[in-house]
């Protein structure tokens, strides 16, 4: 520690009027210090103040210079010293520096800013804000032949696509061009995940996206697929998942996704469908996953539904119900859901028998597959009455959806299953299926529904309510006395904020309930007639004019 303490005098005395010589003796041992105890020799550089005297000594002609940055580098390792690194300047000229052709100055450089910058946001922002992120994909053009320099990119890169500002500016560079080509003459492992640490993070931009698909990365990453299948090690295995979620993550952006479809013959998309019957988990889920995001515009919808791909999905969940894979159940469902919501398209799955192999998965007891479960199945009967009416009319289903209404825990699920009993009755209009919900327990949640934060689900529940009423209001009697019916009726009407398609149908059920004794004595009591009698000058005309029918006919039947 003497040696280091006069090595240091030294410094701060040679730094003043220096003779590169002394400068890089000093630096010698200051190097040699650290390497024995970095964290003991780091707190005496601190003490004895040399941070403050090392901007100086960060000249681009000094050869002093990559010791100088390695210094840095080995002094920024302790998270103690990274913000006395901050205030002394270091920041600056290290990034100057960036801009050198000494290959060596350039590693040091980018390993003293990677430290100093490590696990901090606000740093890295500084470091986007002064432009390192162009400058770091030129050098990697560069010196692409440079594996240290390479790995020194590919490390800054993967820290600064973690922050949603840098994408902006990769965007605005060839890093796409650049990182396809180094993946091509990849032929490890580790450099390979190296790579795709940075592609993971930039993918998640839509024009990164597009940009990745014309350097020709999907090739790439088919090519990993195809190597790796059969792989049995544990490094294939990582590879194929990361390659194939890589894969899917480009099909989330439209443009790219719609690139890769090519009107249904791209030949992509061809090699994603053979992945669907594969024996391989981790393709099916990755090929159903690829389907569901084909599956983002009617026209592919149309397209892939015309040309089969419903049974090779419907031959998966086949496969799934003893396995059990909920990923990939969940992934499938997504997809089917998708498929389902051109209207064309709804005829031709329910003749498939799509309905018959989704209602197979009614026992799962996962939440996310019951989510799209519930959702492919109400996307299924919309607008179709006989579909409607036959699953409407399956009374397990029916006691399944009510025992969902309840899912406190699961917000999705419980919304999905109240939305679908609400669509059975909508879409079927059958008095069959009003019974089926009412002696399932159904009326109860529907009532809860209608005071949903959503718009749209309030909407949905008073229809299929008004339904309950016309078709059967003596068995639903009860029900609708037992979940307090009227009284959330007179809320939705007196509260202001409720929209007019809100304020219409209430009016609407209000006169249909009318028929009910045990309910007509409550419209009296709440003196609905007070409430609707206002409405009558509402803005909406549709909302005034059956103001004006629902106070005829309460006054008719006071």
């Keep these: 520690m003497d040696n280091l303490s006069e090595a240091l005098d030294k410094l701060k005395l040679a730094s003043s009027d220096s003779t590169s010589d002394s400068v890089e003796s000093c630096l010698d041992c200051l190097l040699k210090a650290l390497a024995n105890n970095n964290t003991e020799a780091s707190v005496k550089i601190q003490e004895m103040g040399v941070l403050p005297l090392l901007p100086s000594l960060l000249s681009p002609q000094s050869s002093c210079t990559p010791k100088v940055a390695n210094v840095i580098a080995e002094v920024a390792k302790n998270e103690f010293m990274r913000s006395s690194c901050v205030e002394a300047g270091l920041i600056p000229p290290l990034v100057q520096l960036l801009n050198s052709s000494d290959q060596e100055v350039l590693l040091q450089t980018g390993r003293a800013l990677g430290n100093i910058c490590y696990d901090s946001h606000s740093l890295q922002a500084q470091l986007i804000n002064m432009g390192v992120i162009p400058t770091l994909v030129k050098l990697l053009g560069i010196h692409s032949h440079n594996t240290a320099l390479t790995e020194m990119c590919l490390i800054a890169f993967g820290n600064l696509a973690e922050l949603e500002s840098s994408k902006e500016q990769f965007a605005s560079t060839n890093i796409a061009e650049e990182l396809v080509r180094l993946f091509q003459k990849q032929t490890e492992h580790e450099k390979k995940e190296m790579i795709f640490e940075v592609l993971a993070p930039l993918a998640e931009n839509d024009v990164i996206k597009l940009q990745l698909v014309e350097a020709g990365l999907v090739e790439c990453l088919l090519q990993v697929v195809a190597q790796t299948v059969d792989g049995e090690r544990e490094e294939d295995i990582a590879q194929l998942k990361t390659a194939s979620d890589l894969m899917v993550l480009l099909l989330l952006g439209d443009e790219s996704m719609q690139k890769l479809f090519e009107g249904g013959k791209g030949s992509v998309f061809q ?123 399956n009374g397990k289903l029916v006691e399944r959806l009510v025992e969902w209404c309840e899912a406190k825990d699961h917000a999705g699920v419980m919304g999905e299953s109240n939305r679908l009993l609400s669509a059975l009755i909508r879409h079927s209009k059958s008095k069959e299926v009003v019974r089926t919900v009412i002696q399932g327990g159904g009326v109860k949640h529907l009532v809860t529904m209608a005071t949903s934060e959503h718009m749209i689900m309030q909407n949905e529940a008073l229809v299929a309510l008004g339904l309950i009423a016309s ?88």
């Design 271 to 393: 090699r994603v469908l053979s992945w669907i019957p594969s024996h391989n988990h981790q393709l099916q889920l990755a090929g159903a996953l690829a389907i569901a995001n084909f599956a983002r515009n009617d026209g592919n919808c149309i397209h892939m539904v015309d040309t089969g791909i419903v049974q090779k999905l419907l031959d998966l969940l086949d496969r799934h119900v003893e396995e059990g894979n909920v990923t990939v159940q969940h992934a499938a469902l997504s997809a089917l859901r998708n498929l389902a919501i051109p209207v064309v398209n709804k005829s031709k799955m329910l003749s498939a028998g799509v309905a018959d192999v989704v209602l197979k998965f009614l026992q799962s007891e996962m939440p996310p597959v019951q989510f799209k479960l519930l959702g492919t199945l109400r996307m299924l009967i919309d607008t179709q009455a006989e579909a409607a009416d036959q699953l409407g009319t």
């Design 471 to 558: 078709l059967d209001l003596v068995a639903a009697e009860k029900d609708f006395v037992g979940a307090s019916l009227v009284s959330v009726l007179h809320k939705l009407l007196s509260d202001e904020r409720s929209a007019p398609e809100i304020k219409y149908n209430s009016m609407i059920l209000i006169c249909a309930v009318m028929g009910s004794e045990p309910l007509h004595k409550e419209v009296q009591s709440l003196a609905f007639i007070d409430v609707v009698s206002k409405l009558r000058a509402h803005e909406n005309k549709t909302v005034s004019h059956q103001a004006s029918l629902t106070e005829q006919r309460l006054t008719a039947q006071s």
